[in-house]
């Protein structure tokens, strides 16, 4: 069973330290102050008419004050109190003191003066009823406004000179645990505990990785002869190739807890946080061990601290990082805690951090190919009803460059459009669906195209699929379509060989294919339009990288610029003089050129198959790569004919 700790001491809680009590009680003691100070029942509220009435013309009243321009207090003269009209009020006075016993509402200073002289029009000046002004604070409010910020202040200092200064004893800490690591522990369980079974295919990978499920296991086993595991693992892959997945595993095949951390979640906002986190982090893995410690993404603070990062240093992340490495060699690896961390820049990391008894093992994973993705389906496919058309072997073939994320991510939408149209099991023609939707986006076919449009795209895409047909060493489309879908307004479907090596042939049919969408509007339409941006970008980038970085022009032959390290971005000088750069605009330049001039030359060859093809599209919006053959009578050379017949139902 997975069970997701809060960080804390379950028991921790119980111990609340004595100030916050203090606090607490002053707290109420405040607000007791505040709500008897507000229901006293002197002054009695009265209305002006009652005032006048029974206490102004009866001449009663030994002086007023008018508060805050607000309300009036009434004194009665002392003399009187004796009247029974007052003995009710006079009674809750406490003893011998001068107080208002009554007091009304005004609406302005100015209109109660008036209405006061008027109503003692007839009695002699020196006899009216005193009226003094006073502005008053209520001191309720007053105490607790003062000294809220104050308790709220030093309530929060204490906090905080807890949770840095005293450790581990810190963690009961709720609200400011900002130094504490919000590693995820995954407890030994039995149930949904991460197996080997459930990663596919990277065999290599997970052989190597076994050794360490074997030391977990039993340690003795290969200390008895005084050999050293390594403390740390690196896993270096593309995103969603699964290292997240293989570390899990390690921990549930070794029955071991899982701490896991993402590089990113060291850097904070708050200075300091990272190192103290990365603490906190050992600390709890070691109380645990044996253990693994699992850092996501650790990139974001192993980078190389190199000359081009002194820029735009940061202190945060190398004292993350010097923690880390402190931490590393901080203990032995006998003490059974092993760190496994994941990255997709294994070439960026800081090289100390690399050393032997750092992060001294490599497991490289790559993009699974066609068996180990049929393998990745097979796991996800496990827990879905599916059909009995489905194809897993097709599956995998049509996914090339997909990585095991992509795949589960596909099995997923498959069963929810399954679900949507209320069918019985998923198939295959959801997966296609799926695939389709994860490749290009949602289908947007409510997007506004005039018929003009329609057709300018049509022969776009297909003068990509006609370039790509007759070209020797082109990948054939394996489907074409006109709805507009993300981002795009149109697209052609292929599925690339899958090799290591891409020759020059190659590289110069793929240009030539990426321009053969503008080279037909061009062609039919005579004019240009916006529709290309993307193909010519891919184009430039091509022809640039076969320039640059592979060395495959013949003006500049075998140099290439490409700087593995990755600080080529910050380099504000480039490493080469402004003779080569002309040389290289110029190699580029004519690369495309050629291209172009090749594209157009195809299809000017095979206009008929064009116009035709497009005008399938107009008509059909979506044609498949069985209907482009026919249309193009022609078996391009990279065109598998087994799955032919299969690819239909796309
Ligand atoms: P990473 O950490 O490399 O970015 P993850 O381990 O988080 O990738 O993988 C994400 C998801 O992709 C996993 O939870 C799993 O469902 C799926 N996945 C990736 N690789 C595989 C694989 N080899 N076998 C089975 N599932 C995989
Ligand atoms: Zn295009």
Redesign the pocket.
Known sequence: MQKKLDSRDPKSHLKKPGGVYVIYILLTLLLFLFVWYRNDSIPQEITWNYFVENMLVPRDVDKLVVINGQKVNVYIKPVKLSDPKYAEQAKSRPKNMVIPLYNFSIGSVEVFYDQLREAEQNVPIADRVPVTYVTERNWGWNVILWVLPFLLIVFIWSRLLRSTSSGMQSLNSNLFKFGQSPARVTEIGTQSKTTFD?????EEAKEEIYEIVKFLKNPSFYTRLGAKIPKGILLV?P????????AKAVAGEAGVPFFSLSGSEFIEMFVGVGAARMRDLFAKAKAKAPSIVFI?EIDTIGRMRGKAYSLQSNDERDSTLNQLLAELDGFDTSSGVIVLA?TNRGDILDSALLRPGRFDRHIH?EL?NINERKA?FL??LKPLTIGTDVNVDQLAYQTPGF???DI?NICNEAALIAARSEKEAVEQEDFFNAIDRVVGGLEKKSKVITPAEKRRIAFHESGHVITGWFLPHATPALKVSIIPRGKSLGAAWYIPEEHQIVTREEFLDTICMALGGRAAEELVFGDLSSNALDDLEKATKQAYGMVVYYGLSNALGPISFYDSTGHGDQNLVKPYSEKTAEIIDHEVRSLIDDAYVKAKEILNNHRHQLNELAELLIKKEVVHQDEIRKVANHLPANLKTDYVSQCRSI
Do not use: C, F, N, R
């Open positions: 459930q990663v596919a295919g990277m892959g995103p969603g190739t699964g290292k997240t997945l293989l996501d994941a994973l699974p990745i796991v996800h990585s095991g994320a589960a």
